[in-house]
């Protein structure tokens, strides 16, 4: 095997974050030796998520097991994602923050699951994988993600799960999403459909795009982290990573 440095595009200040956490956990479960440091354990873990790099790569470059470096990213993910707020109270810290509006998306993360598996099937993206939904500020912050559902779920249905459309009319909050979400109840505005529709109503669904794309960009952001673009593990972790990883964006994004 052939090794070589490398580099991650992620700051300094973002790794002591991820090491301070897990310096932190060792002290309350008590672990008195490990084979990485916190700092290392911290790399490995970014490492794993910004690069997509497989455990058996993860394993040869830090020099542990391929089942150490996967306790690793699971222990990590799991600290990293109890910090990410619940849907109620990121609203409620959006709404007393000033935010004039928010922009509600779905993404769809791809897997390496078979053909047969028809739930994961999405006919829009035409691939199978998981939904997520994403809410985020009008300059593309991320404000919450939700766990995932099979690629072939609605993005409305999807929201009606997660109990979005009531956490945001109970929030006051008006919410701009994409046609996929008319319909809807509560406070979200959606764009105009149907063909040959009056200058006014043109207007409207352009003014309503120049709104909304700065906020769709927090898909954009999720997917630079490579794992997110294929996931080759168990489907049902896409929402956890996806927490996990709007946690570390949103540090990188405010302090890196």
Known sequence: MLFYRAAVDLSRSTLNYVAGIIR???????????????????LLVLVYLRKGETFTELSAGFGVSVATAWRYVEETVSLLRVRAPKLGRALHKAARDGLHYLVLDGM??????VRADRPRYSAKHRMHGMNIQVIASPDGTIIWTSGSLPGSTHDL??????????ALEQAGVL???????QGTEGPIATPYKGRNKPASQKAANRAHARLRGPGERANAQLKSWRILRKLRCCPHKAGK???????????????G
């Open 24 to 42: 932190r956990h060792r002290k309350t479960i008590r672990s008195t030796w490990r084979r990485l440091t916190p700092t290392q354990q911290a």
């Open 108 to 113: 769809l993360i791809p897997t390496d699951r």
């Open 157 to 166: 249905t999807a929201a009606r799960i997660w109990g979005i459309l009531r």
């Open 175 to 181: 919410t701009l999403a994409d046609k996929g979400y």
């Open 241 to 255: 990573l996806c927490k996990a990883i709007a946690v570390l964006q949103n540090y990188e994004f405010t302090r």
